[in-house]
């Protein structure tokens, strides 16, 4: 069974900085794309960023360039989401998902920047 | 303008069929993209629907019923997620999304309810 399972969230001060993970399981990690999604409250959905399969090309949403960085572990089948400088507007709902289809998600993990 | 455009709501009968359209800006020519959808229901993780490019390109997602279905209209530059034999538990949001330059672009979502 497909899972993946992100991890990490939590309550951080604008300026600070938090770092997710996302477990997966059920598949061949290393042979998909994985992307990390969010959710605002009450909010549509937004991707941020992506990560090839050897980790060689990634691509991230004009918003959080410079600020967030993916990277991913094949040997742990783990992805990460650093993210630095946090605002309030990244408060969200960060989900982790598999592939081009993006076809996998996970329950994910609440983000809340708040002072 | 955005790059993906999706009507907030939409209402239909039980038993009728919806027809949820994805319009793509002026200059992206819908013709060239693959196009995905999602449900979302409250308190859920998105569910990956399908994908459709063309009669010859296109999957369904594992386990979605055929009455879910994708198509374009290249009139309108447009996306459509077709549900045919609306049933109460169709009641959520769907959201489409392509690829562009290797970045995900998500529609803003349309909240289809079934009354």
């Known amino acids: 069974e497909v899972q993946v399972v992100e991890s990490g969230g939590g309550l951080v001060q604008p300026g600070g900085s938090l770092r997710l993970s996302c477990a997966a399981s059920?598949?061949?990690?290393?042979?998909?794309?994985m992307s990390w999604v969010r959710q605002a409250p009450g909010k549509g959905l937004e991707w941020v960023a992506n990560i090839k399969q050897d980790g060689s090309e990634k691509y991230y949403v004009d918003s959080v360039k410079g600020r967030f960085t993916i990277s991913r572990d094949n040997a742990k089948n783990s992805l990460y989401l650093q993210m630095n400088s946090l605002r309030a507007e990244d408060t969200a709902v960060y989900y982790c998902?598999?592939?081009?289809?993006?076809?996998?998600w996970g329950q994910g993990t609440l983000v809340t920047v708040s002072s | 303008q955005a790059v993906v455009t999706q009507p907030a709501s939409l209402s239909a009968s039980p038993g009728a069929s919806a027809s949820l359209t994805c319009t793509l800006r002026s200059g992206i020519n819908v013709g060239n993209y693959r196009i995905y959808w999602y449900q979302q229901k409250p308190g859920s993780p998105p569910q990956y629907l399908l994908r459709?490019?063309?009669?010859?390109?296109?999957?369904?997602g594992s386990g979605v019923p055929s009455r879910f279905s994708g198509s374009k209209d290249a009139s309108a530059n447009a996306g459509i997620l077709l549900i045919s034999g609306l049933q109460s538990e169709d009641e959520a949001d769907y959201y489409c999304?392509?690829?562009?330059?290797?970045?995900?672009?998500f529609g803003g979502g349309t909240r289809l309810t079934v009354l």
């Open positions: 059920g598949f061949t990690f290393s042979s998909f794309w």
């Open positions: 459709y490019k063309s009669d010859s390109d296109k999957q369904q």
């Open positions: 999304m392509i690829w562009l330059s290797s970045a995900g672009v």
């Open positions: 998902a598999r592939g081009q289809q993006v076809d996998y």
